[in-house]
């Protein structure tokens, strides 16, 4: 099967202009997840989509980051605009099984390396 | 604070050679941890998972314990391969997913 794919892999914009990410799960994926790692620091939480829906959005650090998940398939993040402490690699994950705390292992892409200059 | 710790912070050994990986965690409730390998410049992949009731398990060469008592787990990796360098990352799941900052490995030859 197709795994997790993320596009693009690299990303390099100046300060004030708009980047979005993009996520395509493994098909069958209900569940689709976006994190960030910062240098140096662990990888965190933004969001969580089920299906089409938000379950959690908790994690995302304030309203210049949108997410979408239309029709329960791919999902976009879109940072507008963007600052130079959203720097760091965005990994989208996919899992089956029901919420957070179910046995399904996360499949991560290879992630999207944002530069903000 | 975060509540999953990693130690060390990195690692060096030769090839060959074994070594363990240690995980402290203080999220509660628990439902599962997993160690997670991540090498450069790709996403996370999962070696092992436990639950609760489980103390060890393994995977080839890489062997997970558990001990829920003191919320603290190990990866021993065994025999170890040039293709081991990468970073490890310990999750602990509750109601949401919490991740170590990981530990980075480098196997020398």
């Known amino acids: 099967e197709a795994g997790v794919t993320q596009f693009p892999s690299h990303s390099v914009i100046e300060k004030g202009q708009t980047v979005t990410l993009r996520c395509d799960p493994i098909?069958?994926?209900?569940?689709l997840y976006w994190y960030r790692r910062v240098m140096g620091k662990e990888i965190k939480f933004l969001l969580h989509f089920v299906k089409e829906s938000k379950q959690d959005e908790s994690g995302m650090p304030n309203n210049r980051f949108l997410a979408e998940r239309t029709g329960g398939t791919y999902s976009t993040l879109k940072v507008q605009p963007a600052e130079l402490e959203d720097s760091g690699v965005y990994f989208c994950?996919?899992?089956?099984?029901?919420?957070?705390?179910?046995?399904?292992?996360?499949?991560f892409g290879n992630g999207t390396r944002l530069t903000v200059t | 604070k975060n509540q999953v710790e990693q130690s060390p912070q990195s690692l060096i050994i030769l090839e060959g050679k074994n070594c363990t990986l240690q995980?402290?965690?203080?999220?509660?409730?628990?439902?599962?941890l997993r160690w997670y390998k991540q090498d450069t410049g790709r996403g996370p992949v999962s070696l092992t998972i436990m639950t609760f009731s489980e103390n060890t398990k393994s995977n080839g060469r890489y062997t997970a314990t558990l001990d829920a008592d003191t919320k603290q787990s190990s990866l021993h990796i065994t025999a170890s391969q040039l293709s081991d360098s990468a970073s490890y990352i310990c999750?602990?799941?509750?109601?949401?997913?919490?991740f170590g900052k990981g530990t980075r490995l480098h196997i020398l030859p």
């Open positions: 995980c402290n965690y203080t999220v509660s409730p628990f439902s599962n």
């Open positions: 994950a996919s899992s089956q099984g029901a919420g957070t705390g179910g046995l399904s292992p996360l499949h």
């Open positions: 999750v602990v799941r509750d109601d949401k997913i919490i």
């Open positions: 098909s069958g994926h209900d569940n």
